[in-house]
């Protein structure tokens, strides 16, 4: 976006535009090919941030080059901020601006950058050009004239990344922004590359628990078996005294058994799930059935609600699937002590809305919500993991979640928690839908 006239006058400090436009393009090819060399490798983007930045600051002649996260709040607005920079000599540092910290871009005056970098498009042009609203945090930069390009992992939008010129620099050209715009889906993809890095080490983490809360299970009961025994062969024992002492010991070691019992068959269902009966229904009726029993463990203080619209028929097993919803409603009401509401929500995925409910892509959603305390961002990254607690003194186990995953796992779903930042925890299932099973047995027998 050229402007019209001479360009306004660098500020004091500004280092001032040398290079020539035909070099620049070639610099930021060549600068561009090793960014996507290093992007592509096995890095994290923690790694090969900084010298990303600056390789495609530096050959693009601008004062700096950074990339903005995304948080996408549940209302839908985005809060952005600033991970990484590169300045080149003599330009102050933003990293460490508040203003640039959890900015709500539609409060601060940037719904239009919103809007076109959610579209995929970039933010081209001289900042005195740019809408009013917008210019009183770049002019505060000192900034002149930017690029920015929208970062999407996969579908997702992660961030941006940006390039700032605060001195006087050759417009820039669609040749640029197309080669820059490689480094920012370079950057998308090894973001993605690096959520299923860390989704399969999960997985991993979850198969090698799962065999061995499995094998612990199997022994811990053969040894309940021989105690049960012990306290059958005692309590039968006509020879023995009667006492109201020794009923009293019965009843503590039966009370321990059932306890022991319970807590095997908690790791059994963590180490096996899919073990069951899959069966094609109809999950808002699924939910709809089991709701008695939900409010029964809910208690009378906190109302459950169920909103269902149709979806495609999944395969879950019913026992298993009860078992979620149990884990989860059990779990809200843990955390609102006080009361509270939790709402079960079925219906098409969004994800998937258009698609064919019949079709490989159709997928069903469970949306669990409360309106307690929430889920800390702290702990965001741990509360699937199998025995992670915050209620070890109240006997948790850590293992309701941890099941809730493998078992929704081992029916091709997926279940994660809903972004961080709305109110109380939110918990969103996918399963696939049952269609495609259907028809590929058709197939099959055919
Ligand atoms: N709805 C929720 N609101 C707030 N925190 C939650 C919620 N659900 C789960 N958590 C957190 O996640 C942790 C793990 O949950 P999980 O169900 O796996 O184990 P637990 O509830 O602690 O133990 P158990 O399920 O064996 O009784 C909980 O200890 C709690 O800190
Ligand atoms: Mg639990």
Known sequence: MPVAGAPPSPPPGAVPATTPPR????????????????????????DFAAPVLRLLGEASGVSRAYLFDFQRKADGRHLVTQRYEWTAPHIS??????DLQGLDMIDAGFGRWQEMLLRGEPIVGEIAEFPVSERPILEAQQILSLLVQPVFAGTRIHGMIGFDACSPREPWDGFEISVLRIAAQAWGAALLREEHDAQLRHMQRMEAMGRMAGGVAHDFNNVLSVVGGAVEALQGDAAGPATAGNDRYGRILRHALDQGRGLTRRLLDFSRPGGGQAQELDLGEMVASALPLLRQAAGSHVRLELRRTAAPRVRIDPVQCEQ??????????????????????VGPDPATAGADPKGAGARTSL????????????????????????????GGTGLGLSTAYAIITAHG?????????????????SLPSAGPARARRVRAAG
Do not use: C, H, S
């Open 93 to 98: 540092p933003q990293i460490d601006n508040p």
């Open 324 to 345: 979620v919803l149990l884990n989860l409603v059990i779990n809200a009401r843990d955390a609102m002590p006080n009361g509270g509401r939790v709402r079960l929500e």
């Open 367 to 394: 949306r669990v919500t409360d309106n307690g305390p929430g889920i800390p961002p702290a702990l965001r990254e741990q509360i699937f993991e199998p025995f992670f607690t915050t209620k070890a003194e109240r």
């Open 413 to 429: 779903g997926t279940i994660r928690l809903g972004p961080a930042g709305g109110v109380g925890a939110e918990f969103l299932i």
């Open 23 to 46: 070099d620049r393009r070639e610099a930021v090819v060549a600068a561009v090919a090793t960014a996507v060399g290093l992007m592509a490798g096995t890095l994290p983007a923690r």
